[in-house]
């Protein structure tokens, strides 16, 4: 299968179907045109004496003021790349770097960067053959664009820096070496163009949304297992109550809640409380909030993922280059800190039902285990989770509202959106966690509820799960039963 690079829109959705079904990149007979358009007019440019245009035959950043000789141009983009690659820390995990691979191929397809089609198409084959640079974590500001991580994802292009190849990690110069491939020889403002540009910061958020969209229905489909085993009730899932609040998330997280527990004898049940405490009775709110959130980045990445964000820019079609300011990522950084906030609520919320149904009520044992005393039980798992979910609250606080002074005061406010997106990164793997948490503590409060039985939906699942984890009848070592659980909801979107 192939994907065909052009200036269609390109949804998260089809991102994500390009990356799970291996599809090949192919340049576009349209994009490709448009890219060489744009280079032959760049070389027109450079060949009249007197133009000088920022990047492309002038120094960079407070050094913009400093004219490049033509004799020079292709050794300016050469060191700006070596140079700008100071990333350390963390390597960027491997599924990011090809993503950040098809976002940067994406990006210079529209025809207003003033690449050579060459380097486009090595870049395809990049990730063609499953070449993976190796870039790091740290070194970003998310304004003049994710400089050097993407100073790392361009490095092999002139047989610098590392790759993993086959499996194994090796020097890009052996790798071109093995591909038969020559070094790419940069022109006028390539190697800006590969830097300018918010592909870390978008490939970043495109990852976590769509791991954002599972666990926001993992959420909702565990926390009906809890509902189920704190014997909550489900009027504040009925839809006159949600409708008139009139709030989206609300209502589609209400609406679902009644769908998963369709059929239940355990919700169907008489009840001798007459209300749950917050944490069951006002998932249709915290749920909902956050799918609201949710949906409103998912707008903005979506709409970053098809756009021209290097500088300077170049419009052939109307004789300009503008020097302006695309690749400042506030609005990433922005959705970055709210997309952080909105999953670790759903952690905090998931948390604290794990906390009630350990507590004893109900006609719940204390700790969900016969003879507690002799027997922990769920007490610790808890507290794993109670840590993680304080750990999310404290990667939620915003990175958007920092910014520190660069480049001798040239970019002296910038938008912190590479850290944004790195810690928003831990706290989707952290609420993948409190989640599993909650599970296996909820599947362990169903046992309690025998012989009842809950809906078909979550009887399969629980099924399923226990093939995997056990009930717990007396201490034993929790730790692989927790890693089950977490991976278990891996493949949550099954159970629809």
């Excluded at 209502?251 to 069951?280: C, N, W």
């Excluded at 009842?452 to 984890?469: A, F, G, M, N, Q």
Aim: net charge neutral.
């Amino acid at each position: 299968m192939k994907h065909a690079i052009s200036a269609d829109h390109l949804s998260l959705q089809k991102v994500q179907e390009i990356i799970e079904t291996n599809t090949k990149l192919e340049l576009s007979e349209s994009a490709r045109q448009k890219i060489q358009r744009c280079r032959d007019y760049l070389d027109q440019k450079m060949s009249k004496p007197g133009e000088v245009h920022y990047g492309i035959n002038t120094g960079f950043g407070s050094l913009c003021n400093t004219v490049i000789s033509n004799e020079d141009l292709s050794k300016l983009q050469r060191n700006l790349v070596l140079s700008h690659a100071c990333g350390t820390g963390a390597e960027v995990p491997k599924g990011i770097v090809r993503l950040m691979l098809l976002l940067k191929i994406q990006g210079l397809s529209y025809g207003h960067s003033g690449v050579q089609v060459e380097t486009v198409q090595r870049l395809i084959d990049f990730y063609n053959n499953d070449i993976t640079p190796v870039i790091y974590e740290q070194g970003s500001l998310g304004a003049s664009g994710d400089l050097a991580p993407l100073a790392h994802l361009s490095l092999p292009l002139l047989g610098e820096g590392d790759v993993y190849f086959g499996g194994d990690r090796m020097r890009s110069s052996e790798m071109l070496s093995l591909m038969n491939w020559k070094k790419i020889e940069l022109k006028s403002k390539e190697g800006l163009a590969l830097l300018n540009g918010t592909q870390f910061m978008s490939s970043y958020g495109v990852w976590c949304l769509i791991h954002a969209k599972r666990l926001s229905y993992a959420a909702d489909l565990i926390g009906a297992v809890s509902l189920e085993g704190f014997d909550g009730r489900l009027n504040p899932f009925y839809h006159n109550v949600n409708a008139i609040r009139n709030q989206v998330g609300q209502l589609e997280t209400a609406e679902q809640f009644r769908k998963i527990l369709e059929g239940s004898e355990l919700i169907a049940g008489k009840k001798i409380h007459v209300q749950d405490p917050y944490s069951f009775r006002c998932i249709p709110q915290v749920h909902g909030a956050s799918k609201d959130a949710i949906a409103h980045v998912r707008a903005v990445f979506e709409r970053e993922i098809n756009a021209v964000t290097d500088n300077p820019t170049i419009f052939p079609e109307t004789d300009e280059i503008i020097s302006a300011g695309n690749f400042h990522g506030q609005p990433l950084a922005i959705s970055f800190d709210f997309l952080g906030i909105a999953l670790a609520e759903l952690g905090s919320i998931s948390e604290r039902r794990t906390y009630q149904l350990i507590g004893g009520n109900r006609n719940l044992p204390p700790f969900l285990v016969s003879k507690p005393g002799l027997n922990s039980g769920f007490m610790i798992p808890q507290y794993t989770a109670a840590s993680i979910a304080s750990q999310n609250k404290q990667l939620a606080s915003p990175a958007s509202v920092d910014s520190i002074e660069s480049s001798n005061g040239q970019e002296d406010h910038v938008s912190m959106g590479a850290n944004a997106a790195t810690k928003t990164y831990r706290i989707v793997e952290n609420l993948e966690r409190i989640l599993g948490i909650e599970l296996f503590n909820a599947a362990q409060a169903i046992e309690f509820r025998r012989p009842s039985k809950s809906s078909p939906l979550i009887e399969r699942l629980l099924t399923d799960y226990r093939k995997l984890v056990p009930s717990v009848t007396e201490d034993k070592y929790m730790h692989p039963e927790i890693e089950k659980s977490v991976n278990f909801i891996k493949k949550i979107e099954q159970y629809v």
